[in-house]
């Protein structure tokens, strides 16, 4: 497959087979994690194979069907790394608190987009109650879980998806929007 045609491919996988995952496939999805942009290499990857962990997982985040992937990988981000590694940065990060989300945002996307490109399917899991996950993977308090993405064989082929015209959400610099009736 050519870069655009993984772009375009990615879809949230929910249905998986039970073909499992292996050691090296999960490597080799997290090596192109850590090649992402980032500020900070604050990012944390837990991999969730045990089927009564993945269970409690799926719980935390009030969705069963998470427990059917092959492994749940929770990312986390270690918040407190990034003051050690930027202190010039840390100012920013404090106010914001954007960079370990931007962070590890942009290695999931990796992740994911490797996935695909590997014949797996994934899905981002933002909702979940963050202090259940990191009690059951055991995160330190200076490690925020960020996402759950479950890993697997899809049970049924990834179609392209459509969007809409680019027209709707690219503005140039110089961008007069539209009247509506309400100008």
Not at 90 to 109: C, E, H, S
Not at 138 to 151: D, E, M, N, Q, T
Request: hydrophobic share 45%; with cysteine.
């Amino acid at each position: 497959m050519t870069l655009e045609e993984i772009i375009t491919t990615r879809r949230s996988v929910r249905k998986f087979t039970d073909e499992p995952v292996s050691k090296e496939e999960i490597l080799r999805l997290l090596d192109m994690a850590r090649w992402a942009p980032y500020a900070s290499p604050c990012w944390r990857f837990v991999v969730i194979e045990e089927p009564e962990r993945k269970e409690e997982v799926a719980q935390a985040a009030r969705q069963g069907w998470i427990a059917t992937a092959a492994v749940v990988i929770v990312v986390g981000a270690d918040t407190q790394d990034f003051s050690k590694a930027h202190a010039w940065r840390w100012d920013a990060y404090k106010r914001r608190g954007l960079f370990y989300i931007q962070d590890t945002a942009a290695a999931i996307q990796n992740l994911m987009l490797a996935a695909v490109d590997m014949g797996l399917g994934t899905c981002w899991i933002g909702s979940f109650n963050e202090g259940d996950v990191a009690k059951i993977v055991g995160l330190s308090a200076r490690v925020r879980p960020v996402a759950l993405i479950p890993v697997g064989h899809p049970a049924e082929p990834q179609q392209k998806a459509t969007r809409g015209p680019l027209e709707e959400i690219v503005f140039w610099e110089n961008y007069e929007p539209p009247k509506t009736a309400t100008d």
